[in-house]
Each structure stands twice: as C-alpha cells, then as structure tokens.
C-alpha cells in the first residue's frame, strides 16, 4: 500500500492550454515542475527564466506583471502555451525523471488554431516527444527548438536569449 502512495504521490499532471483563435506562436513545454505545479502557474518557479525570455521576444516587461496578465498578455500578442506530456510519473522537476508519461493531443490542439504559424519546444525533451506527436503535420509549421528556459539547463542566458529572440520574426511579433 505504501508504494503505491508514494507512486500515485509522484504522478503529476500538465495544466489546461492557454491559446485562442489568434494563436500564431505555440510554446510547448514538457510537463510543469514542483513548484510550478504548486503555485498552478506556468513556469512559477522563479528561478525559470521563460517570463524574462519572453518579456525580451515580444517587447513586454511580463516579469513585473500578476500571472494572469501574463497570460494575457501572451495571448494579447498571438502566443500560446502548453505542455506535450499531459501526465506522468515523476519524483522532482527534471526532465529526465519523466517516466510512464501520457502525452497531450497536440493535433486537436493546434487543429483548432487557424493562424498558428510557429510551434516552438521549450527544451529537448519538449522537442524529442514533441515532434514525434506531431509527426507529418510539423511540416505545416515553423517549427522551433528553444533551449530549455529552466535552471536546471545551465547554458548563459544570453546563449539561450540568443535562440528565443528567433521567436520575434514568427508572425509580426
């Protein structure tokens, strides 16, 4: 009984996506970590350098702003968020712990999303799983593998702003 509390404990699940029909930009990242999940905001985790990242591609200070306006702020500039895996199981907050996972229906998702242009990875694991869901439909898209916006992948900043900044030429951001 008690390992499967602990299993049960460690099985964790993506939050809803965030997108409209003017959707152009799809950033999809892998699964929330711990403290994301337990502040229920995208990238809540305060060292995450996504909202900093993001601020820089579509000219917006998000960092100084409340989460919900952030996320419509996102919105407000064609951008959408979600995660590839829907669940799985995982002790912690990195990627490489991802085990047992169930992945999101990415193609109901982006099949509703007339004016999408740009699928962007956040992340390798976002990236590997990602593109083997999408399959023949990625040839539609732009598609865009980001470094991970997590402290946990140690590239500079600037190394990694340098390949989000790409994100600015999808669609007239």
Known sequence: MISSEVSHASRKRCFDPIVDAATRILVLGSLPGAKSLAQQEYY?????????????????????????ARLQTLLENGVGLWDVVAEAERDGSLDSKIRDHTGNDLLALIAGLPHLKTIAFNGGT????????????????????????????????????????????????
């Open 44 to 68: 809540g985790n305060k060292q995450n350098r996504f909202w900093m990242l993001m601020s820089e591609v579509i000219g917006r200070d998000l960092v100084a702003l409340t989460y919900t």
């Open 126 to 173: 976002a990236a590997r799983l990602g593109v083997k869901t999408l399959g023949e439909h990625a040839q539609r898209y732009r598609i865009v593998c980001l470094p991970s916006s997590s402290p946990a992948y140690t590239l500079r900043y600037a190394d990694k702003l340098a390949v989000w900044l790409t994100l600015r030429g999808a669609s007239h951001l």
